[in-house]
Every structure is written in C-alpha cells, then in structure tokens.
C-alpha cells in the first residue's frame, strides 16, 4: 500500500510540472529600436546628410604649386591675374576652395583640397591649372608681391591703379569734349604715342572705335585713317563673325576744372564669344590737359602696356 502511494505521488508530480513551463535565470532580451514592429503613426527617421557625413571625413590640405604667371592686361584701371600650375598628390584629391587676401604690399591665395579619408585611390598625380582674379582697383603705385600657397611672384603699378574723379560735378560744352576726343586720337594713331600701336594699326584697313563712354557724333575724321565707330554690341558682333581683334575705348573724358582735363584712352582685344585666346597685348595712356590761351596743352602722365 505504502508503495502505491509513493508511485502515485510521483505521477501527480509529474503531471504538474507538464503543465508549468520551466522558467529561465536569463532575463528575456528586449527588441532593439531598428527591430521593434513600426506603425503607420511613427514619425519617419531623418537620415543623416550626405554633406554632413562627407564633411566629418574629408581631409582638407593644400594644393602643390609648382609655378605662377602674373599677368596684367585690360584697360586702365588695369586688371590682374595669376596663372597658377601645379598637381594633386592622386585620383581622390580635388580642388577646394580658393581664397585671396591682402596683407601690406602682399596677395595671398590659398587654394585647398578635399579629400575623402576613407577612399582608396589611384597613387597617379593629377596637374591642375587654375586662372585667379585679383582685387587690384584702388591699389596706389608700387611693387606688390605675390604668394600662392608659398609660391611667389612680384608685379609693379607704376600709377595709383585709380580713374581720374569722376564725381567732379564739371560738364564740358561740345566743342570742347570733341577738341579734346580729337586731340587724343591724333596722339594715338597719327603720332601714335599710344602703347602697343603696332599691333592697332598693323596691316588693317579699319581702326575701330567704341562709343562707350562718348558721343559718337563727336568723333572726328583723321587724315589717313579709316575710324569705325562701333556700338559695344557691333564691336561683339563684328568679332564674333570674323574673329578677334585689338580695338580703342575712351575709358574715360573728365573734367577736372573748365581749364583742365583728364583722357584715359585704351586699345583693348574683343575676343569672339566663342574664343579660347588669352592675350597680353594691348596699351593705353592717360593724358592730363590743360586749357591756355592757344587751347587744350595735353601731356601723357600715365600708360600701360602688357
């Protein structure tokens, strides 16, 4: 008797744990966020920028130059810039920004490069070639220095790089702005004091004049020589259908006083629209008049040439 108690006490046993799951010491492992279940009412997750994620990776340096060419060109006031030639260390490297600053009688130009830190890249060394404008209006005479990332030129103005005062309030009768648009073009083309004439009047049947900046009906004719007076827009026409060419502009007719005067005169290239030429030729002067007795006595204080 006392043995089939036992074996009925086991089977009760039994039959109990069967119908009680057996519970574990390890604590149950939580949904991590990306695996919890979405509903349609959870806001959608904004990714992080392609520019913010480049930006904490990129490795910003400098670009190696190897060379500089200052070039000074256009009218009066003139304009300068820097041919820059150099390379990037490989296929991942680009040119970043570009920025120029001023510091006593020095340019500075830092140009940078953006390379991503996680690239693989081609070890080929990539040349560059860059044409950077700088800031020379205003700029009194003397001799400034380049600095292209260590690289270093110098160039020299040999006149405050400014126009005459324009603000002068003084306005000139007709006759006397025509005397003096005459007695300019005679030093320039007759005399052909002008800087760089030759390449003006070489070998062409016509001398093109634009009417920037004067009346065109003040223009007089010259002994010996065929002036076109053009429109800015017929000057670009004219180039652009039979190619570029060297032409003058009146930069500017100031009156000083009613007994003086300042010309800026420039002979400049118009390039076709769809030309790849850069020229450093060209010229002009600056003649400061003066009005005596036997008229308008004008002398050539400034000029350029490049």
């Known amino acids: 008797?006392?043995?089939?108690?036992?074996?009925?006490?086991?089977?009760?046993?039994?039959?109990?744990?069967?119908?009680?799951?057996?519970?574990?010491?390890?604590?149950?492992?939580?949904?991590?966020?990306?695996?919890?279940?979405?509903?349609?009412?959870?806001?959608?997750?904004?990714?992080?920028?392609?520019?913010t994620a480049d930006s904490e990776n990129m490795i910003i340096?400098?670009?190696?130059v190897q060379a500089i060419d200052i070039l000074i060109m256009e009218p009066f006031p003139v304009q300068v810039s820097v041919h820059v030639t150099g390379y990037l260390s490989d296929g991942c490297t680009?040119?970043?920004?570009?920025?120029?600053?001023?510091?006593?009688d020095t340019l500075l130009v830092t140009i940078t490069t953006h390379r991503p830190a996680d690239a693989v890249c081609t070890q080929q060394v990539v040349n560059f070639e860059e044409n950077i404008?700088?800031?020379?209006?205003?700029?009194?005479a003397g001799t400034y220095t380049v600095d292209v990332n260590g690289v270093t030129g110098t160039f020299t103005l040999s006149v405050d790089n400014v126009l005459p005062d324009q603000e002068s309030g003084i306005e000139l009768p007709e006759s006397e702005?025509?005397?003096?648009?005459?007695?300019?073009?005679?030093?320039?083309?007759?005399?052909?004091?002008?800087?760089?004439?030759?390449?003006?009047?070489?070998?062409?049947e016509e001398i093109v004049l634009s009417t920037e900046n004067i009346n065109a009906a003040l223009v007089p004719e010259l002994e010996g020589v065929n002036l076109v007076?053009?429109?800015?827009?017929?000057?670009?026409?004219?180039?652009?259908?039979?190619?570029?060419?060297?032409y003058l502009k009146f930069e500017e007719i100031t009156a000083v006083s009613p007994t003086e005067a300042q010309v800026a005169?420039?002979?400049i290239w118009m390039r076709a629209e769809d030309s790849e030429m850069v020229y450093l030729s060209g010229g002009g002067f600056l003649i400061e008049y003066t009005k005596t007795a036997d008229g308008w006595q004008g002398e050539i204080t400034s000029s350029w040439i490049s």
Not at 191 to 196: G, T, V
Request: include cysteine; proline fraction near 9%; aromatic fraction near 2%.
């Open 61 to 64: 340096g400098e670009a190696q």
């Open 177 to 204: 702005m025509a005397e003096l648009i005459r007695l300019t073009l005679e030093r320039a083309l007759i005399a052909q004091e002008i800087p760089d004439y030759t390449l003006l009047t070489a070998d062409r």
């Open 265 to 267: 005169l420039n002979n």
């Open 229 to 246: 007076v053009l429109a800015p827009e017929e000057i670009q026409a004219k180039a652009n259908e039979e190619g570029d060419f060297l």
């Open 94 to 104: 680009t040119l970043g920004t570009i920025e120029t600053t001023q510091a006593d």
């Open 133 to 140: 404008s700088l800031d020379v209006q205003g700029l009194p």
């Open 1 to 51: 008797m006392k043995r089939n108690y036992l074996l009925l006490k086991i089977l009760i046993l039994a039959a109990l744990a069967a119908c009680n799951p057996a519970v574990s010491d390890t604590p149950p492992t939580e949904l991590a966020p990306e695996d919890a279940p979405v509903s349609s009412d959870d806001p959608t997750p904004i990714p992080v920028t392609t520019e």
